[in-house]
Structure formats: structure tokens, C-alpha cells
């Protein structure tokens, strides 16, 4: 795409809150050039002396990005990185040391990594963005901070004792999602839309489906919702990817109806095109169309590896307007206690962002910075013993390691999946010992008919860490007895229960509004990402087990107690609550 | 102070934001003892598995708490901590380990050093908190992250398009302030209420006092406001430290008028017993009574530490109604790139707050929580070249090592500014060489009579990292020509011209409101912090001697320059801005 046709991107300062709107420019650089006069004696910074810090050196022994295979074992080798008190350099971006790092530093990030993601943003991550200039970016406290920036820069809270009902704002979501995202919008008073969802995610067409959803917009409720909060690749909880033709119906959608887009995708790089082969592989067809092999980036500029541009890319490479806002976080790729992550957006946007970053978190932790910064562009020692220290031989992550390491990670967690999904795809359905038992009769292969009930149903993950499984409560035997969400809850305690001994996720926590929680007692996530590899298969037969010994109950006795359901209903509230993680 | 006697901390929820009132509560509790079922395959907790977070170990090579001499030369000698993959240990407050401390966790912090900052803050730092049960804490990242979300609980944001003047709300705080809140409160709408200040700090009585701001309110302003903002210890950027008397002299006075306060002391530790001294010694008598040597806790429990007893007391230690909220930070004590700190208020307050975090950052970065905790509280290894890592020769901080890095920290910045301050006292007078220039006769010392001009005044910093410097321009020959205002910038920029080649932070940049922006231009500020001890003389010698060349200036040429106008101007725009620290 050439710079001269590319379209500029569209002014949403129409969309910014009061207090975003109201931020005061900065415009600091013409004052850096006194910092730069030679032996100038400095009284104006308020900073503390460096040799105050107590730390002399920051070190880690951190994994090669080869360590996890694809396809095979796990290699343990590990280098070591060092961050030194003090490097002499003119230039910030290689400049890794304690003395800048643990310093005051600027809102947009620690220049190393900054400079380092910026150019993996436009280079690699979405080499194809459309507007005029690409993308900018900023540093984040990872994505639950990125987006309440997002949801501080875009709406203003709403009081029902002080403001008018038209002024209420409201965000768009998937009808299932992150609840965190939700308690960040629902305390400021906006209305939370949900959207329904197929297994890719989001639908832009159909009942319930995003066209429906603004087309026929109640105004009695509050302002047409103008921001959207979406999970497009393994969506928390439903593990859907969403497919470039429907990226293209919904951001069509959202520019007639001039809708913010804030795409979350945390599990980004954990795209599973194996998902799509068993799926057919298992039942006949996938469904979606397997896009194995696909060269996303064929008719644009490529990332430049082959891991990358198999994977579907973000609403940003089809955003000519500027109206997306991407949340990226190294949650899932390093570690969720990072803290670190970062937003791409429109510069204008990002200028905004900053202002907030500035009197807020005003920059992550220097400590993290620092040690993900030497870790992929920094200079490696490898680790051969305590002697390491001294001898300096060098290895490093860089862009090539890091993508390594990307894909490395992607083949760890597709492995859990598929060992999770065989066994789910394999034990569906209770044949039942006596005719009289079963509730449905049906066929089997092509090569005998028998009795069988299915008890539950699931789409195979296409990314992410999770199955997101259907409880077909209409074929309990007890059905007739109890109602379906008295049923649900006993099976979630029948769960917990020797020899099952399973927690799940019931499907409660997810539901974003009052048409999610009319199923959402028919839906439980089951994450495959925490366990043990060789946990994932012994572990899931043990819930197969536990469908089937409940599917076999004749009453729920020991099953309602209030504790339990107490418990239940604490975790419908706190998901994402006192234990911040995603969904737990 | 018995139990049975001590009050109740009131209900401040009157004075919660909307948005911060609507946050659900959390009970996630009763779910904690599934999580405890042995054996139990847990399928509900979407976490990432920890052997892909790609680092092993964590070190650091970390000072000694005796590094720092209170009047020595500092010694630096390194101990190293180790933070390794994994421990087994039952005890969550002891586990410090990366597989812990890279996962999702609470966001009250990261429960070793959780549980030793709330010890600290109960038992030794505020031992003395009047009311029932005591305060509680919560992990920030910094003291400006833990003002946004103060601000973000107490106030609602005002939009004159859309509001009632009758609703605006405001905040109290010095007249020369840390911009960084102004900039969190302005964007909101509300009004910025600045009180007089004098060497100590915020003034109780008289003309522009607390007092007279909130007996005297103007409601066509909005309401009276309910929240201050304080700086009591080192004052940014006044240097002083609010003396006890004073305290309970506005603390009557917030309790009159149910105002919120917030007290932001990163310079808490930094007290200085010798300015007091010094102060008398060159002048005669000091701005306040010395405290050298006084026990602030006699009448009360001691911290347990000589030093800790030796510091004025936070509000918290009169505060019977829990209307306090005070914010630490590791900025000042382990390094400003740490963004670690914490907040201090009664148990409701710090409740609200933790709903706030739980949808903003989360959690503070695992890695600064993890390696401070470490460093503090865990096992340190002795640095004797490479071979440490082998040899498990353990030493540690603990709470002593804390207290006396502390102290160590004290007499570091406490010398710089005795260097500095020297300085200035011996040089505030030029003496004229012939009597037609001199505008002032006075008496020096008692020897001799002179002719003379004080070209500038300033209270000895009692705490803190800077010393703010009045201008007296009024004693300045061209005075009749020009304006104080152009004088005053002639001056900033004659200062940073060869041979003086100063930079000091200009009086504008922590003006908070109009009554300080009348009288801005007379002041500077000039912090010691930043300098290696060995320049403050030198430095602060050049500094005196700019200002005596430009008493001695027949004409302003080549002082007015657009260009170093307008850095000035963005100085006072972006204190704080971009390049985020304290007033620059």
C-alpha cells in the first residue's frame, strides 16, 4: 500500500470523555535541549541520586526461545542476562542499565523496549495497517489497565441522580467475555450491549448479531453505544477466532454506525490450525474453513516470518478510519505478573493515552522493563554454572528469538488442547445400559445404532486457553424434575465431588448481560493452559467420568448445599475480582 | 491506647465518587476452599502454565543496608538475591518465587511483602493510629497511581456542558504544590483550592489559611471542597516539614468541615534533625523550634526504632476519625523506576480501592514486588565474585536492615543539602562595590557597616530533596525598567548561559492556583537530590555567582530569546508531563 493513496485517520476526539478531552498538551521537548548543554549543573530535576538505588546489578537466567518445541520435548538450556549499573551510551534505545531503568523515565515506555515493540508493531505484528503514518504505541500495566485507559479516554460516567438518560454511554461486547472488562464499565454506569456469538465470535448479521443490535437501538435506554470491547482470537470464554470476512462485516458495521473498536487479544500468537483439521477430522467438517497453511499477508507487505503471517491478523490491518484500539500484553507470552503490555492506536489516540499514562500509572515498573528488554534485544551470557558471570559470551532473543519464542509457546499450548478435545470429542455421549434409560436414539458411525444421550457439546478451540463447553441439560433423566439451572448448579458441585474432583468454570462468570444470563447456567469453560501436560488427558477423563456418573444420578442428593451454592454465586461476582486473573 | 477505648473510624461513604460507590463487593472467600480440595484438577482458573514463563531465576546484586554512612563514606560492600523457579512452602507471606510471583495474584499485592509493609506501617511506622482495629494497606504503583485512585474514589468529574456549578467539587492544597495531582484533578473539572504556606508547610490561621478558605467559601464556586491534597515532609517544592502543633491545627479543621485527606510524604525518611541546627546557628534563631533528638512516640507506643521515633508523626497518628489516606512509595527508598508503593487509610477506604485496582492495574508488577521482598525479607547471599551463587551464606535486611537503610538514605541527602544550603546562606548578600549602586544599608553581622543588596532569601529545607529559593527581585537595579515577571525570566535564562550553566526549576511549574501564579515568578527551586556529593558546593557556587553577574547587569540583552521563552513556558505546562517525575 503506498503512502501517497493511504486514507489519514479519521478525528474521534467526538468520542473522548470530559476529563480526557480536557488533558493539557504537552509539548516538554523544546526544553530538553537545556538538559543537553554541555557540563550544564542541573537543579531543576527533583530525582533521586542513583547510587541510592540499592541494586548493583539485576540479573536472570532466562529460557532460550528454542526451549519449547513445537513438536517435541521441552529443551531446559537457559541463558543468563545481566543488566549492569551503568552503560555508557548515547543511545537510549540500547542504553539497558539500572540507571536509567529504576530512574524516572517517560509515560510512553523505557526507550530499549519501546523502541524494540514499536518497530515488531509496524514491521511484523501489522505490517499492512492502512491509514497514513501506521500505527503508535504506548507501554501498559498490561491489558486490564489498557483498557480502563481506553474506557477513561472514550466514555463518560453516567449518574443516574445527576445526568439526563440520553446521555448514557454503552459498550458493545460479545454476550459471553472477560468479566473483568465488564466490572470496568459497569461501575461508571454505561450500558453494557451484548452481541451474540457463533463459535469464531462475535456476529455481525442474524438476531442478536451486531447489525440488529444498533440497528434497532433503543434511545429509551441511553445513548447508541459507541464503544465496542472485543476478544477476537481464542475468546475468553468461547475460544472462537474470528475470521477476516467476518472482521470485515462488523468493522463495516462500525464505521456506518461510528463505533471505537477496543480488540483485546492477549492469546494473539496461540492460534491453533490444528483445531480446524480434527474438528473436520472428528465430525465430517469444520466449523469454519480450515485456514491452515494461509498466507494472511499474501496480497500486503509480509511480517517477514512464516509463523506470523499464518496468523489471522487484527482488525488493525483492515482499520483505514483509525477507529481500532489494539490491547497487547506479555500476560500470556512471558508472564502475567509482568504487568507489561502495550496499546496500538491512531497517534491521536495515543496522545491522549499518554496524558492518562502521566498522572496515573505514569510508567510500568522499571524492573520489568529492564529485564524483558535485556532478555529479547539485550546481550545473553549462557548459563553454564555460576562462572557465567564471567565469561562473556553472547547470545540473545532478538526479533527472530522472540517470534521463536512465540511459536514455541503456541505449540505448548495447542498440544494441551488437543489431548483436552480428543478425550471431550470422544466421550460426548452416554450409551445408556437399558432402552428405557435413554432419551434419544440416534446413529452411531454408519455401523450400529444404539441408545445414547449426548450430554454436553463444545466447538474446538481455535486459540486461547479454554473450551467452552455446552451442558445439554435437556437430555438429563432428572429434567422433568428440576429446572435447568437447579440441574446446573448440582452438576457443578457433582464436579467438585470424589472421584470427579474437577473445578470448572461455570458459565455465570462470562454472562455479560441479561440475554447471556438466560443460557448461562448451560455453559461451563474448562482451561486446558494451567495443566501439566501430562495432566490434561487423565485429568479430563475424570470430568467425562463425572458428566457420566451424574448423567446416571437419580437425585441430587448432597448437592445443594448453601455453602456451595454461595460459592458459586461469590465467583459469579468475582470473576477477575480479589484473585485478578482471567476469569478466576 | 486501649482497644476498648479507641473510636470507631467514621463512614466516609458519603464522600465516594459514583463510579466508585457502584463497584460490586467482593466475598470470593468461600470459593478459596475448593481450591484446597486435594488432589482436586482444576479446569476453572484461566492461568497460563508456568514452566512457559521463560525465566528460572531472578538476581540481583543488592547493597548492603549499611551502604550508606550517616557520616561516613559509604561502604559497597553487595550482598545477591536469588529469587528462584519454585519453593515449597505452605506459608504464602515466605513464598517468594517466581512461579507465584509471575502469575496472576491479589490486588492487595504480593503476599510476602504485603504482609511485611503492613507490619511496618502497624508496628512501627504509624504505631500510634488512634482508631479502633487499625489502618490497613494496599500495593500501588506509586504515590501518583495511588492519588488517581484516591481521586477516582472521592471525587465525581464535573462537565460544565452538562452540571450544576453547585456540583462541582474541589480539592484544598498548598499554593506551591507537586503538579502531577493538579494535573490528575484539573482534567476532572474540579477546582484546585490552594492555601497559604509558610516555611513549615500549609497554614492553619490567617489570611489565605485553612481556616479562612473554608469559613470563607464562595458556593458560587461549587461545593465546599471535601478532599485535600498535602505534601507535610519535605514539602515539593518548599522543603518543609509540618510541624505537630500544625497538624492538629487543620486536622481540627478537616474534621470541622468533613474534608478527606490525603498525604503523599515520598520524602517521609528524609528529615533533616541538622537544618533546624544550622538554621539558628547562622541566623540567630530557626523558623521553628528545633525537634532534634525528640521522641515523637514517647507519649504513645514506640516504632521500636530510635530513628523511626526520631521523625514527625503522619496524620495518621491523630487520626481519630480514619479520615486520612496516606500514600508510600518505593521511589524514594528504593529507586523511582521500583513503581511500588502503597496506600494507608481504614479498612473501608482501602476496601474501595481495591476494587478500583482490581479493574486498573491489577497488581504491581511481580518483578519489583518479588525482588524488593526479596532484598528485604528473603535469604541474601553474600557477593564474593561468581562462586556466590554456590555458597548459601545468608545474610539479610529484615526489619533492622530497612530501618537502617533508611537512616543511611537520611544522612546522604541530608549532607548534599547542608553543602547546598551552606552555600547559600554565606552568598544571599552582594556587597556592593561602589555606595550609588547599592539600594539597601544594613548591618552585617555586627563588625562592620556595609552597603548591600540581598539578591535572595529561603527557609532551610527540614526534609526532603530541594531547597525553594525567593528571588528578591525588588533588590535588582534594572528593576524600574522591567517587569518582575520579564526580570525573573531573564534571570532563568541568564542562569543557564556560560560561565554559571544552571538549570533550576522556575517557580511556575508548582503554581496550583491563581493567588500562587501572582507571585510565582519570585521563586525557584533547587533540588540536591540529583547531584553526586562532591558537586553540590561547586554547583551551588556557580549558582550564587549567576545571581550575583545578573545583579550586576546594566541591560537584559540576549535574555529573551522566543525559543527559551517558550521552554519555559512547556516547563510550567509539563512539570511532570511526559518525563514523569517529581516537578520535571
Not at 432 to 460: A, C, G, I, L
Request: include cysteine.
Amino acid at each position: 500500500m503506498s503512502a501517497v493513496t493511504s486514507p489519514q485517520p479519521l478525528d474521534l476526539s467526538h468520542h473522548y470523555s470530559y476529563a480526557s478531552k480536557n488533558r493539557n498538551p504537552s509539548s516538554v521537548k523544546s526544553f530538553y535541549k537545556y538538559f543537553a548543554i554541555p557540563n550544564i549543573a542541573n537543579f531543576a530535576g527533583g530525582l533521586p541520586h542513583p547510587s541510592y538505588f540499592p541494586y548493583d546489578t539485576l540479573e536472570a537466567t532466562v529460557a532460550r526461545p528454542q526451549r519449547l518445541q513445537p513438536s517435541n520435548k521441552d529443551d531446559t538450556k537457559a541463558d543468563r542476562v545481566v543488566i549492569p549499573k551503568e552503560v555508557q551510551t548515547p543511545d537510549l534505545t540500547r542504553k539497558i542499565d539500572l540507571t536509567t531503568a529504576l530512574q524516572y523515565g517517560t509515560a510512553e515506555g523505557y526507550p530499549p523496549i519501546f523502541s524494540f515493540l514499536r518497530q515488531f508493531v509496524r514491521d511484523h505484528l501489522h505490517p499492512n495497517v492502512p491509514y497514513e503514518g501506521g500505527p503508535e504505541i504506548i507501554m501498559s500495566c498490561g491489558n486490564t489497565d489498557g483498557f480502563s485507559k481506553a474506557v477513561e479516554l472514550f466514555t463518560n460516567i453516567w449518574n443516574p441522580d445527576r445526568d439526563w438518560i440520553q446521555q448514557r454511554e454503552g459498550v458493545l461486547c460479545e454476550e459471553f467475555t472477560y468479566m473483568t472488562a465488564i466490572q470496568t464499565i459497569q461501575p461508571r454506569g454505561l450500558n453494557t450491549v451484548t452481541v451474540a456469538v457463533d463459535g469464531q465470535g462475535m456476529l455481525a448479521y442474524g438476531k442478536g448479531g451486531l447489525k440488529d443490535v444498533l440497528e434497532n437501538w433503543d434511545f429509551r435506554r441511553g445513548r447508541r453505544p459507541h464503544l465496542m470491547y472485543t476478544v477476537t482470537i481464542g475468546q475468553n470464554p468461547t475460544g472462537g477466532n474470528l475470521s477476516i470476512e467476518r472482521r470485515k462485516e462488523i468493522y463495516a458495521l462500525c464505521q456506518k454506525y461510528d463505533v471505537i473498536m477496543v480488540e483485546d487479544d492477549p492469546y494473539w500468537n496461540l492460534q491453533f490450525p490444528s483445531a480446524y483439521e480434527k474438528e473436520s477430522r472428528y465430525r465430517g467438517a469444520s466449523t469454519e474453513p480450515t485456514p491452515y497453511n494461509r498466507s494472511y499477508n499474501a496480497e500486503g507487505k509480509s511480517s517477514g516470518y512464516a509463523f506470523l503471517d499464518s496468523l489471522l491478523p487484527s482488525y488493525l490491518s483492515i482499520d483505514t478510519e483509525g477507529r481500532v484500539v489494539r490491547l497487547d500484553t506479555f500476560s500470556k507470552t512471558i508472564a502475567p505478573g509482568s504487568r507489561l503490555g502495550w496499546i496500538t492506536a491512531q497517534p491521536a489516540v495515543i496522545e491522549r493515552i499518554t496524558r492518562i499514562t502521566e498522572v496515573t500509572t505514569q510508567q510500568p515498573s522499571g524492573f520489568v522493563q529492564s529485564i524483558i528488554a535485556q532478555t529479547i534485544i539485550g546481550e545473553q551470557l549462557k548459563e553454564k554454572g555460576a562462572l557465567a558471570l564471567m565469561k562473556q559470551e553472547v547470545s540473545s532473543w532478538r526479533m527472530d528469538g522472540w517470534v521463536r519464542w512465540l511459536e514455541g509457546l503456541r505449540g505448548g499450548y495447542e498440544r494441551r488442547m488437543n489431548d483436552m478435545c480428543s478425550v471431550l470429542e470422544e466421550n460426548k455421549y452416554l450409551f445408556s445400559e437399558s432402552p428405557e434409560k435413554s432419551s434419544t436414539v440416534d446413529h452411531v458411525n454408519d455401523w450400529e445404532v444404539v441408545d445414547r444421550v449426548q450430554m454436553y457439546d463444545f466447538v474446538w478451540p481455535k486459540g486461547g486457553m479454554f473450551a467452552w463447553v455446552e451442558i445439554r441439560l435437556e437430555t438429563h433423566p432428572l429434567r422433568t424434575k428440576y429446572s435447568e439451572r437447579k440441574l446446573s448448579k448440582a452438576f457443578w458441585i457433582h464436579l467438585t465431588k470424589k472421584p470427579h474432583l474437577c473445578l470448572v468454570a461455570p458459565g455465570q462468570i462470562f454472562a455479560a448481560g441479561p440475554k447471556s444470563a438466560e443460557k448461562e447456567h448451560r455453559y461451563i469453560r474448562v482451561a486446558f493452559a494451567p495443566m501439566d501436560p501430562e495432566d490434561v488427558s487423565p485429568f479430563t477423563r475424570r470430568l467425562v467420568e463425572g458428566f457420566r456418573s451424574f448423567w446416571k444420578r437419580e437425585n441430587l442428593d448432597g448437592l445443594d448445599d448453601d455453602d456451595e451454592t454461595l460459592a458459586m454465586q461469590s465467583m459469579q461476582l468475582n470473576s477477575g475480582i480479589n484473585f485478578v486473573g482471567p476469569g478466576c
